[in-house]
């Protein structure tokens, strides 16, 4: 079973940057062939939506309370996707998962069950 690795996380202050990476566990795994989304959740929370890509690389859609901060990209030479959060607040922080989605459409996923592969999570945590 493929797993997604995720990297990057860590402490930072309010209004700073961090870039998240999410890696398959095995080569074979194309992230374009899938749609690939960052969630996130926080204590007391449910998981929620932050952005995702879809499989072509044309599409690609935000949260709207991360939408101007936050910038999903990928490189499918290092089979890798990237999460680059600026202007970093408080309620930013949680902990940062990968997901991937078998189902291929022109749209981006906003609901956790259409993912079928999930990293194990990084944490996020701004301080003010």
């Known amino acids: 079973q493929v797993q997604l690795v995720e990297s990057g996380g860590g402490l930072v202050q309010a209004g700073g940057s961090l870039r998240l990476s999410c890696e398959p566990s095995e080569r074979t795994f194309s992230i374009s062939s899938y749609t690939m989304a960052w969630f996130r959740q926080a204590p007391g929370k449910e998981r929620e939506f932050v952005g995702g890509i879809n499989w072509s690389g044309w599409n690609i859609d935000y949260a709207d309370s991360v939408k101007g901060r936050f910038t999903i990209s990928r490189d499918s030479a290092k089979s890798t996707v990237y999460l680059q959060m600026n202007s970093l607040k408080p309620e930013d922080t949680a902990v940062y998962y990968c997901?991937?989605?078998?189902?291929?459409?022109?749209?981006?996923?906003?609901?956790?069950?259409?993912?079928?592969?999930w990293g194990q999570g990084t944490q996020v945590t701004v301080s003010s």
């Open positions: 997901a991937a989605s078998r189902t291929l459409m022109s749209y981006v996923f906003r609901v956790s069950q259409d993912y079928n592969y």
